[in-house]
């Protein structure tokens, strides 16, 4: 099996520093969130604080996987800002529709209108950006 | 939690996101004017970092200590680690990191606000 080449750009340089960067931003205050609300009232509101505490796993992973780079890198980080995507859409719609699933919020109430709403902007980023630096198959490597 | 010193953060933190992004309109590298503005926020925060242990400790509000000694720090150390990231490579996206830097400190700021203002009932 030949090997694949590495992604085009370093993950974390470029725009992809600041990427980074606001990526870790968040998994630190997602990962705070989930500690908080476990920490103090699990009982509260299990679903929303299982939410939050997956929220800040992928935070965590994606920011890991843009620093590491590499091959493997770009695939986790794409699996994982997937998911991301998929979480707030989904957790988004239904704290609108299905209010008495959430009594308490996650990171992704509302779509992030407690964080400016940038919980739905930043999965966008993130795939725009792995997009940007996808690994060259060799048949559409026109850079 | 001393007005004075919120306020001061805010508007540092103000100032420096516009002088950045000053420098990312332009397409150059930041200022050594830019970086004292930096560490003027950091001053700041450091202040606000003292001033919010003794409060903490001297008040008679339900703040919850854990929360607020976390975003204490937290926007205490935002400032030195977006520097870091930022300088380790010098392109728009690495200035950007310094924007995003003073970003964080608003968000916190006001959070942190909010944090000591909710127990003050």
């Known amino acids: ?105 996650t990171v992704w109430s509302h779509f992030g209108q407690g964080y400016g709403f940038l919980p739905l902007v930043l999965p966008f980023l993130g795939i725009a950006w792995l997009w940007h630096t996808r690994p060259a198959t060799g048949k559409a490597d026109l850079a | 939690m001393n007005a004075v010193v919120y306020g001061a953060v805010l508007v540092l933190a103000g100032v420096a996101a516009i002088a950045v992004i000053v420098h990312l309109i332009r397409d150059e590298i930041p200022s050594d004017r830019t970086f004292v503005l930096l560490g003027l926020v950091e001053v700041a925060l450091i202040v606000q970092t003292v001033i919010g242990f003794v409060a903490l400790a001297t008040t008679d509000r339900d703040v919850s200590g854990v929360l607020f000694v976390s975003y204490l720090i937290g926007v205490l150390v935002a400032p030195p680690i977006g520097a870091f990231w930022s300088l380790a490579e010098r392109s728009r996206g690495g200035v950007a990191v310094l924007l995003l830097a003073m970003l964080t400190v608003v968000a916190l700021e006001v959070r942190l606000w909010d944090i000591w203002n909710a127990a003050g009932a």
């Open chain 1, 1 to 105: 099996m030949p090997e694949p080449t590495s992604p085009r750009h370093e993950l974390a340089s470029g725009w992809g520093r600041a990427l980074v960067f606001t990526y870790g931003v968040f998994a630190v205050a997602a990962t705070g969130r989930s500690a908080v609300q476990l920490g103090m009232e699990p009982e509260r509101a299990p679903l929303a604080y299982a939410l939050s505490l997956l929220a800040a796993v992928l935070y965590l992973v994606a920011t890991g996987c843009l620093l590491l780079g590499g091959r493997l890198g770009w695939r986790i980080a794409v699996v994982a800002v997937s998911i991301e995507l998929v979480g707030v859409l989904t957790v988004g719609t239904l704290s609108y529709v299905a209010t008495d699933l959430f009594p308490d919020k």
